[in-house]
């Protein structure tokens, strides 16, 4: 009864909150800031690292893709502790779990240490984080800035969403990207958010995912797409939703110390090193040195009514990569959902001869079944137009724990390829705001190529193919190729999947 009586009254105040709450931006004082000059830049640590390679290739950018979830976390980490000037991070999803503890206490100590830290995060990730996010920001050197938020209910779930729904045409749009930079001179872009899943040391479910690390101009570009955001209206001070004490980053540091006790791996100083002595060398000689482009939804797509504009997004400046094909182009992305748009793009590729692959997750992989559902129908015409479609497996047969795929990557033919933020849907596309590299390199095309041949592997993936007018999936079990004839997944698995088709929202998944 008392439960009951909570939530009659968290359903009172929502309501009451739904009807009071400002519609559109939140006018509140903010401080314009940029990233690093490159003069100021080249005179930090990481400048320095940076500048003896960079000199060497004059206009080209180094690369490296980040398909180790370990370096993809060490990466973050020893840009962090070699920062000695500034630090911009942005993200989509932040947890507050082991792995995202740990980056946060180093993005303590580097503000401690005098760096200037800019973080911001798309509202959604706040949702019972508020308070540990406000003590990070009331660290001098830190600010928290939170994008597109939610302007009341921000209490509880249910007050936070049914305020959500009563504005849902401008709040369902979200900021999906990712960026890491330090110092304005390396920079870090891809799939990953920042909980343990994407770094690959859950116990119970991990990400298969893909960044790039940069430096050199593209890095320029980088900093200015996290500026654009920064400084946008939308891109509100944690601190105008909830003040804390000044001091308040002291107890979260000191807890962060506590549990950082059980979390050694992590918190190891052997992860901030990448960038010092050997290590340090290993990695700038590891570096593929290649034209690149920053390519972002500008921020005024997510202000659009309706549809946004197309010169706004992301794919519109993939248009040149798309017009170019000739032979092949690679799709990896979790989630797929064709429009019929996409599908007569597809047709209009097979009818020029150019080969399309998809690799995406299999029902029982994907960790959104609505998408599956929105996705599956399309099957058959992606076949008969001379796809090639392979469906990650959930627990491959070379693996113990259960995984999905969360890489968003394309190959153009073999020398471009992009990765970033960018799924294969109408969310990605439309409605999300999304980041990535363009990169010319047939080095790094062979790389890609390669990751998706390697995930293609029977042991990891079903290949989806029509016989007899049916949908069959090839498999490998126990060494053994095998066929099977009925979808894999549970039942609990194929019932919102086909729920999903009865609702007609497929534009905004």
Avoid at 52 to 67: F, K, N
Avoid at 179 to 204: C, H, K, P
Avoid at 466 to 482: C, D, I, K, P
Wanted: charged content about 20%; glycine content about 6%; aromatic content about 8%.
């Amino acid at each position: 009864m008392i439960k009951g009586k909570r939530i009659l009254a968290a359903l009172a105040v929502a309501l009451l909150l739904m009807g009071c709450a400002p519609h559109g931006v939140i006018e509140v004082p903010r401080t314009y800031s940029t990233a690093l000059d490159q003069e100021a830049a080249s005179s930090t640590y990481l400048g320095s690292w940076a500048q003896q390679a960079v000199a060497q290739h004059d206009g080209l950018s180094g690369l490296r893709l980040v398909i180790d979830g370990q370096e993809a976390f060490g990466l973050r980490a020893s840009m962090a502790a070699q920062a000695q000037r500034t630090l911009d991070v942005k993200t989509y999803i932040l947890v507050d779990d082991e792995a995202g503890r740990a980056l946060l206490k180093r993005l303590l100590h580097a503000a401690r240490s005098g760096v200037r830290v800019r973080f911001l995060l798309d509202d959604m990730t706040t949702l019972g984080q508020q308070h540990m996010l406000a003590s990070l920001d009331s660290h001098p050197n830190v600010e928290v800035r939170v994008y597109n938020p939610v302007p009341a209910g921000r209490g509880s779930w249910l007050s936070y969403h049914l305020v959500l729904v009563s504005d849902f045409n401008r709040l369902h749009r979200r900021m999906h990207n990712k960026l890491w930079a330090a110092d304005g001179v390396v920079g870090l872009t891809g799939g990953r958010n920042l909980s343990n899943e994407y770094f690959e040391i859950s116990e119970e479910v991990n990400f298969s995912d893909l960044d790039v690390m940069a430096v050199g101009p593209v890095v320029d570009e980088l900093s200015a797409s996290f500026d654009a955001y920064w400084n946008h209206p939308m891109a509100v001070p944690l601190s105008y939703f909830e003040p804390v004490p000044e001091t308040a980053w002291q107890s979260l540091l000191a807890r962060f110390s506590v549990e950082g006790r059980a979390d050694n791996a992590l918190m190891s100083q052997s992860l901030d090193r990448y960038f010092v002595g050997e290590a340090g060398q290993a990695l700038r000689d590891s570096l593929i040195w290649a034209p690149a482009m920053a390519l972002w939804d500008l921020p005024e797509k997510l202000e659009a009514q309706g549809y946004p504009d197309l010169e706004l997004t992301l794919l519109g400046q993939l248009g040149d990569a798309f017009a170019e094909l000739e032979r092949r182009l690679l799709i990896i992305s979790p989630y797929v959902v064709p429009t019929p748009e996409a599908m007569r793009y597809q047709q209009a590729l097979a009818a020029r001869g150019v080969e399309l692959t998809i690799i995406t997750n299999s029902i029982e992989a994907t960790d959104h079944t609505a998408l599956h559902g929105a996705y599956a129908p399309w099957r058959p015409i992606l076949l008969e137009r001379g796809a090639q479609l392979y469906e990650v497996r959930a627990s491959p047969a070379t693996r113990d724990e259960y995984a999905h795929l969360h890489t968003k990557a394309m190959a153009f033919d073999d020398d471009r390829i992009f990765i970033g933020s960018l799924n294969a849907d109408p969310r990605a596309v439309w409605w999300n705001s999304e980041i990535g590299l363009l990169i010319d390199s047939p080095i790094l095309g062979r790389q890609l190529w390669s990751l998706a041949k390697q995930t293609m592997h029977p042991q990891l993936s079903y290949r989806v193919e029509m016989q007899e007018g049916r949908l069959v999936w090839h498999t490998e079990e126990g060494g053994e190729r095998v066929t099977l004839e009925q979808e894999p997944g549970s039942f609990w698995q194929h019932l919102p999947a086909r729920a999903i088709r009865l609702l007609n929202i497929d534009h905004l998944l």
